[in-house]
């Protein structure tokens, strides 16, 4: 079987559409011809395999000499054009779907990497992406190490000379410690390094990495991206080599490709994606204000606050401060157990980027994977919470959290 096919994918996006507003391409990014029916919503080609007209013509799709579709693994029109559309808003040239947002960050990393290689990666990202770097990675002779990243000397110790990749999440999962990408970027070149960061807390509404350097931009599409609750998906964007690269070895080999349902159901979270951002950063507001009144807690991170490290970065390298916060109960572990049991709406759930507000404790749940020491290092505490601020009414969120501090002991 050929590596390549010559389907649409890959395909460098059309410059009017590079030049539309970000509103304009949440809508109408990769666009497909009107169905044959004329219908306003692309269809779901929810097939696993693509009819030849001759035995010729499908050898010459293998072999990369006409263009067509082969294999839902190799590619589908929806999910085709849901690349289309998220490369457009990163601002990339391409766009890769994979089934999970670890699916696209393994494929990611492992398209680059071989036995020997080194990795530079933040110490502050989610917890299965450090498992993956830490304990897989090692099993395959490749080297992780994982540095603060906000100090630009340490980082630039930590690159080697078989240095191949830099990862980082910024904002950081889960207390949106903030990266300054450029600068990393800067590092990265000079060691001939590509960039990954994972843009999963912004989407392209909030930062475009590719921006400021990054060569690679991944994301949970569970999130935001999708916004709904009731997708699992992740995506990577980039130059067109890199992401033929990653569809035609890791992606296509081994497997972990998004299925057309998913993609089509994205496709439609995508559209309100500008209007829900914009309603999920107003909300935060208000709940990060009722929440600095409360003397339960010990300490707010979210980069609004002036406070926050990096502070500076919001308003530049990031449009809007998100919508996630973090904060420490000064009860600890039991302070924060007793806060999440007693809500009523809000949902104790992991995830973020939902309509519904989900409210979490890394400890336990999404950093569980990390070593205790790395959680540690990482500034993960046992009274840590974290809240995904969703799309109800603002006063409703904040009325639940009251009554919830209101019944601490
Ligand atoms: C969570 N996060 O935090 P999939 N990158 C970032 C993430 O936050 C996540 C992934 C990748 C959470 C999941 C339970 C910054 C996930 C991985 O879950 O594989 O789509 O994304 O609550």
Redesign the pocket.
Known sequence: MSDKSSTEQGKPQSSSAMAWHRDTQAIHGGDAPLDPHGALVAPLYQTSTFVFDSTEQGGQRFAGEEAGYMYSRLGNPTVNQLEQRVAQLEGMPAGAAAA??????SATMLAFLQQGDHVVASDA?????FALFSHLFERFGVQVTFVDMTDEAATARAFQSNTQLAFI?TP???HLKLIDIAAVSRLCKQHQVRLVV?N??MTPLLQRPGELGADLV??????YLNGHGDV???LVTGRVEDIELIKFTTLKDMGATMSAHDAWLILRGLKTLPVRMQRHCENAHKVVEYLAQQASISKIYYPGLESHPGHQLVGTQMQHAGAVIAFDMAGGYQAATQLLNNLQMIKLA???GDAET?I?HPAS??HSPMTPEARLAAGIGDGLV?ISVGLEHADDIIADLAQSFAGLK
Request: aromatic fraction near 6%; include cysteine.
């Open positions: 999970t947002g670890m699916g696209a960050v990202i989610y917890g299965c992406t999440e950081a999962n889960p994972d999963t807390f991944v994301h949970s599409a569970t999130k699992v998906a992740g992991v995830s973020l989900l979490q749940m999404t974290r």
